[in-house]
């Protein structure tokens, strides 16, 4: 039972990092004079998100992988759009 606790502790823990990274994103506000600062905190967040998922992922569920996969494609894709309009 301690594995599956683990591994179910980990992919919350991913889940809510990704989440958190999420908030940040849609929370920027470009015309803002803090934008530089926003964009560090989403870095951070990102960053943070995806050592989660990638440590979620080392004893995850099948269920689990997929969904942890689909968070790295969506902080790409927020990577992405940040990268573009800097």
Known sequence: MPYNKDKQQSFQAAQQGA???FDVY???VKDRADYGSQLKHLKEEVNEAYQQITNALENSSET????LEQYQSDLQRIVSEVNQTE
């Open 26 to 28: 849609e929370n920027i």
């Open 64 to 67: 689990q992988r997929q969904r």
């Open 19 to 21: 989440t958190q990274a």
